[in-house]
């Protein structure tokens, strides 16, 4: 389980098509992966968005429980800010 982070503060588009304002540390994105290592290279993490973004291991465990936490992260921030995170397309 992952997250991505903001590294400059900035107006990006988000994966809908929508623009707003980010700060530095700002999520991103959650996501979960069996491939921490491979899952974003280097410059694909730079490319994301203006500035990049960081990632942040947030959990490491077993896949139903790294899908139930993905999920309630998801969610969360949803009922938080009214929007999915900004990196994330669907509520999976």
């Known amino acids: 389980m992952y997250e991505l982070r903001v ?7 988000d994966v809908r098509g929508n623009y707003a304002d980010y700060n530095e540390g700002d999520i991103w994105k959650f996501g979960q992966t069996t491939k921490w290592g491979n ?4 410059r694909e993490l730079q490319n ?4 990049g973004v960081t990632i942040n291991q947030i959990y490491e465990g077993g896949v139903m429980e790294a899908l139930v936490l ?10 938080n800010h009214g929007h999915l995170p900004p990196g994330n397309r669907i509520f999976r």
Not at 39 to 42: D, I, P
Not at 48 to 51: D, K, L, Q, S
């Open 70 to 79: 993905e999920k309630f992260l998801i969610y969360g921030y949803f009922f």
């Open 48 to 51: 994301m968005i203006p500035g």
């Open 39 to 42: 899952r974003y290279t280097r």
């Open 7 to 13: 590294s400059v503060p900035g107006r990006y588009k």
